[in-house]
């Protein structure tokens, strides 16, 4: 009785945190992740709060956290949206893979971790955090703006992806080897190939047959559903999540969306849970000897992922200011890092500080980047093209460019790239 007394104590005192950081958050514009990884540097190893009675149920809530977070991002998607984004799109998932996922895997070789850390680290630095950006989208008002439909279209790509990532980091981590990884391999295509087609040709049959009239029927059906066919996944070495995502694919119209309100509070109960465990497994002392690292991995990759948008967006025939403002909104990273240096932990135990320490500077900056991207760049070129007239007021300096300098677009159509946003 009395370690449940605790435990209940120890419970309540961190979802009430997490409340009232996730409020602070919300009053100054902020993510809550890197305040609930930082509450979990706080009650972890070596910081100011151990927790005793409640970690092991807080570790299997962080488990259900990742699951219904794959689950509810599966929801987002029709399996028709991801095949035609799959076709469209792929050229941009190649250069944000290349561009985002090398300085990652570079890093850890340079850092001497070895390859299986590389492929971790790779997997941190190229995911964006659809969560994240959804919201910054919304808080802008960028959601009508011509470059919104690409920006998707990558984070599309970057989440489909991980139906094959994470089934290979599992089996690497694992240490299966060559035969062992090739056939977790085969079957997570198999799978995701399967599921793809039964969701196109029986979606509705599917949908119709785990919709129920009962909120509580179909919160129930839906929850059991996942937990089940995610242990099935795990059990077969592809990953829990993947699982997760898989279900949520092969759900769709109205089913999907009913799914989706019932389980959006649940998610992000268990979603906070999870960030606070990671922070939970990370020593505070750790952190100052990976924070060099982790803030130059995070300088270039905020360069790439502004190269990656605006090269998506071109691809849309989006104007400048539009690419410019792809790009800035690309550069958020959150819970998917976090799930790969989860899984990844056990490889290098200095990929869980070099990863929490990245997620905390990319998460800030994501929306930061979004807002002042283009408007930084159209500044700089004012600024350029002052200087270059002062220098040679004649105009007959043959390197100077003959077009006038953008002109201020504050609450101005972009008739190209979206509507201009105030800076």
Do not use: C
């Amino acid at each position: 009785m009395h370690d449940t007394t605790v435990l209940l104590i120890e419970l309540g005192a961190v979802i009430l945190g997490l409340g009232l950081v996730g409020r602070f958050a919300g009053r100054i514009g902020l993510s809550p992740i890197p305040l609930y990884l930082l509450g979990g540097l706080a009650f972890g190893q070596g910081g100011l709060f151990p927790l005793t009675a409640s970690e092991e149920f807080i570790e299997v809530g962080a488990e259900i956290g990742v699951i219904l977070l794959l689950l509810l991002l599966g929801l987002e998607y029709s399996a028709s949206e991801l095949v035609t984004s799959l076709k469209t799109q792929y050229p941009s998932g190649m250069v944000d893979f290349a561009l985002n996922a090398v300085p990652g895997a570079v890093a850890a070789l340079l850092l001497g971790w070895g390859p299986v850390a590389a492929v971790a680290l790779a997997g941190v630095t190229w995911i964006s955090s659809s969560g994240v950006i959804a919201k910054v989208l919304t808080d802008l008002g960028r959601l009508g703006n011509r470059e919104t439909p690409v920006i998707l279209g990558v984070l599309v790509i970057e989440d489909l992806s991980m139906a094959l990532y994470l089934p290979l980091l599992t089996a690497l981590v694992a240490g299966l080897g060559l035969a062992g990884t090739s056939l977790a391999m085969i079957v997570a295509v198999g799978t995701v190939g399967i599921v793809l087609f039964a969701a196109l040709r029986f979606g509705r049959h599917i949908s119709r047959a785990v919709s129920s009239d009962t909120p509580e029927m179909l919160l129930l059906v839906v929850l059991g559903l996942t937990l089940l066919i995610a242990g099935i996944a795990a059990k077969l070495q592809v990953s829990a999540a993947v699982g997760a995502f898989l279900v949520g694919i092969a759900l769709s119209g109205e089913t999907a969306e009913n799914a989706r309100s019932l389980l959006t509070p649940l998610r992000d109960l268990f979603a906070a849970v999870f960030f606070v465990f990671f922070g939970l497994n990370t020593a505070p002392a750790e952190i100052p000897p990976v924070l060099l690292p982790a803030l130059a991995l995070a300088a270039v990759t905020v360069v790439t992922k502004v190269l990656t948008g605006w090269y998506a967006a071109g691809r849309a025939g989006v104007g400048s200011r539009g690419r410019l403002r792809a790009g800035g909104a690309l550069v958020a990273r959150g819970e998917f890092s976090i799930v790969i240096a989860g899984l990844a932990a056990g490889t290098d135990p200095r990929i869980t500080p070099l990863a929490t320490s990245y997620v905390m500077i990319m998460v800030i900056f994501g929306p930061l980047t979004a807002r002042w991207t283009e408007p930084a760049v159209r500044g700089l070129k004012r600024l350029v093209d002052a200087r270059r007239a002062r220098r040679d007021p004649t105009g007959t300096d043959p390197v100077r460019r003959e077009e006038p300098a953008l002109p201020h677009t504050e609450g101005v159509p972009d008739p190209v790239g979206g509507t201009g946003h105030p800076s």
